[in-house]
């Protein structure tokens, strides 16, 4: 099983030109992916930086037609006129494609404490519980605050807290039935996957704080680049051709986060290094 997890810049590469069809086309170049994971995917802010303001979300989904598309808007506004500007609004968030069903989605807003002292903007987990052919997986994409410490902080406790909420849920479904409507039950997996990018670095306290033991029951999240390169720097994802947002080194923002459990099923991860279609690179991971 293969997955992906891209910060896309809204189809904005190091030349500034917008271009989803070159995102389309980088991302097929890579093989044939399970589940592709997205972020920085707007509708309406035609503000953005080379943007026209066009609907990304259902353009992606064209150009992934063989793919279940999820949405997840962070930002849901009205448009730059103060009205629905004819039922288009701004929105701004993350999107995941998977070639497996998708049994049960989630859209979870992260913590957006108020922070007068930094830019920031409300932040989104987006899962899915998707029956692959080895069995209920657990995938959630997010992005989270950039300037804001605080924010972040908030952020990943509330990740933590989903994962232990999610892993009951696998534990004790609750005693629904499928006649039931929705109280049907809850479908979602224990092993589990959190990728996307975090903002932050490999060495930071907010990694540190997401990867802490959590209780006896639930598997904590491991970083799968640690796992399956131990003792080798994370391969930069950030910087690499777009000089004039990144001047400097190259670094590392975005990760896959794999629950424990799933130790043994690790493959392989990799960087795509070529790709100048976005400030950040494709990560890939494969499971066995």
């Not at 026209?52 to 992606?60: K, L, R, S, T, V």
């Not at 902080?153 to 849920?169: P, S, T």
């Not at 670094?251 to 070529?274: C, G």
Request: aromatic share 8%.
């Amino acid at each position: 099983m293969k997955l992906l997890t891209w910060n896309i810049q809204w189809g904005r590469g190091a030349d500034g030109r917008v271009d989803l069809a070159r995102i389309a086309s980088h991302i097929r170049r890579l093989g044939e992916l399970d589940v592709i994971c997205l972020q920085e995917v707007t509708s309406g802010y035609a503000e953005l930086d080379g943007n026209d303001g066009a609907d990304q979300f259902a353009a992606i989904e064209q150009l992934f037609p063989e793919y279940a598309a999820l949405s997840g808007f962070a930002m849901d506004c009205a448009g730059s006129d103060g009205s629905d500007g004819g039922g288009r609004r701004k929105r701004f968030g993350n999107m995941l494609l998977s070639r497996h069903p998708v049994r049960q989605a989630f859209r979870h807003l992260l913590p957006w404490p108020s922070d007068p002292h930094a830019p920031n903007m409300q932040r989104l987990a987006l899962e899915a519980n998707i029956d692959t052919p080895q069995g209920l997986l657990r995938i959630s994409t997010t992005h989270l605050e950039y300037y804001s410490m605080m924010q972040r902080a908030a952020q990943i406790a509330r990740l933590r807290e989903l994962h232990v909420e999610a892993v009951m849920h696998a534990r004790e479904p609750g005693p629904g039935k499928a006649t039931d409507g929705p109280f049907s039950g809850a479908l979602r997996a224990a092993p589990a996957i959190l990728c996307g990018d975090c903002n932050f670095k490999p060495d930071s306290v907010s990694r540190v704080q997401l990867l802490q033991f959590i209780d006896a029951v639930t598997p904590p999240y491991r970083d799968a680049w640690n796992v399956l390169h131990p003792g080798t720097m994370h391969t930069p994802t950030v910087g690499l051709y777009d000089k004039k947002q990144w001047p400097g080194e190259p670094f590392t923002f975005d990760y896959f986060f794999v629950s424990e459990d799933l130790l043994p099923r690790l493959r392989t991860m990799t960087v795509d290094t070529l790709s100048d279609a976005s400030d950040h690179q494709p990560l890939m991971l494969e499971l066995a």
